[in-house]
């Protein structure tokens, strides 16, 4: 087995010197980017969340050693394995990205990293506490079961987090047309981020779009609909502990408060904003009434502008 590298560690130098890049871009461009109190909750954030992969590594690294042994096929340190592995776990984050969008334990772990309302590359730091406790790790175990090593997995997976730095940012408009349509750039990724009801629940590709120009869950970036950032319910707090914990303590407080044992599954595993009574808005009732109030838009400028038109024929008409 080859000694392979942190592509993070490696990375961590050039993440520090684009972040103070693009703050002194800011600072003539678009100062409204930069909030210092939310950019300091980022930095807290991504230091927490290396602390807590530190201590869970070996945990995880252990468990995927122990799956590798049922490997259905030997697979080889050969460069082209590295490709495939790289393009399979893309595949894999998606499924886990998708997943912590729909369901609300994993969206627990993932919320962290969409708390933010401001978008810019140190939002790329704000990354989860909670990976372990809620089991993302369980999406890449069908790699471990086909033959990929465990160290070639975790370094083209460290890779996959490392390209998604850069996508992180509005300085950049959008890219060439061919890789618009087969990389995730920062256009598409501004989607993924926003809560305009038009983007929400999109674009979870980490490395490569096509994935949700596969499965239907492609939204692009309009000029006339900007991106507003964050989460449905805002937190209102740059308290980092807050930010790290709110959705789990706000499950704990629903499954307490649930009157029986199908409402306390549907609020651990439902989707985010799932209420037993309906009282709460999940993202599909969000989009769904945006929906209605565009159609109902549409339908009042059309009779409004078939009213004018007529009322502008009818001289000719009596004429």
Not at 73 to 81: G, L, N
């Amino acid at each position: 087995m080859p000694n392979l590298p942190d592509p993070v560690d490696l990375a961590i130098p050039a993440f520090v010197a684009l972040v103070l890049a693009e703050m002194i871009a800011a600072r003539f461009r678009d100062r409204r980017r930069y909030c210092p109190k939310d950019t300091l909750t980022s930095l807290g954030l991504g230091l927490g969340s290396t602390v807590a992969g530190v201590l869970s590594a070996g945990l995880v690294f252990a468990l995927a050693v122990w799956v590798h042994q049922f490997a259905v096929f030997e697979i080889s340190w050969a460069w082209y394995w590295f490709v495939i592995a790289f393009v399979l776990d893309d595949l894999a984050y998606y499924v886990f990205h998708r997943s912590a969008h729909r369901v609300r334990w994993f969206w627990a772990s993932h919320v962290i990293h969409h708390s933010s309302q401001h978008y810019n590359l140190s939002t790329a730091l704000r990354q989860t506490w909670t990976g372990f406790f809620s089991a993302t790790f369980l999406f890449r175990l069908p790699l471990f079961l086909i033959g990929f090593p465990p160290a070639m997995v975790f370094f083209v997976a460290a890779l996959n987090l490392v390209y998604q730095f850069w996508i992180h940012t509005e300085t950049i408009g959008r890219m060439p047309r061919w890789f618009e349509a087969v990389m995730n750039t920062p256009s598409h990724h501004r989607v993924h981020h926003a809560t305009n009801p038009r983007y929400l629940d999109s674009n979870y590709a980490g490395v490569f779009i096509v994935w949700d120009r596969m499965f239907g869950t492609f939204v692009a970036e309009r000029d006339e609909d900007r991106p507003r950032y964050g989460i449905v319910r805002n937190l209102g707090s740059f308290n980092i502990l807050w930010a790290a914990f709110h959705e789990w303590i706000g499950i704990a407080r629903d499954v307490k408060a649930a009157p029986d044992w199908r409402a306390r599954t549907g609020y651990i595993f439902g989707p985010p904003g799932w209420s037993h009574d309906g009282s709460r808005d999940t993202s599909d009732t969000i989009r769904q009434k945006w929906r209605a109030r565009e159609e109902q838009g549409t339908w009042k400028r059309s009779t409004i502008s078939s009213s004018v038109a007529d009322r502008a024929e009818a001289p000719s008409r009596v004429a």
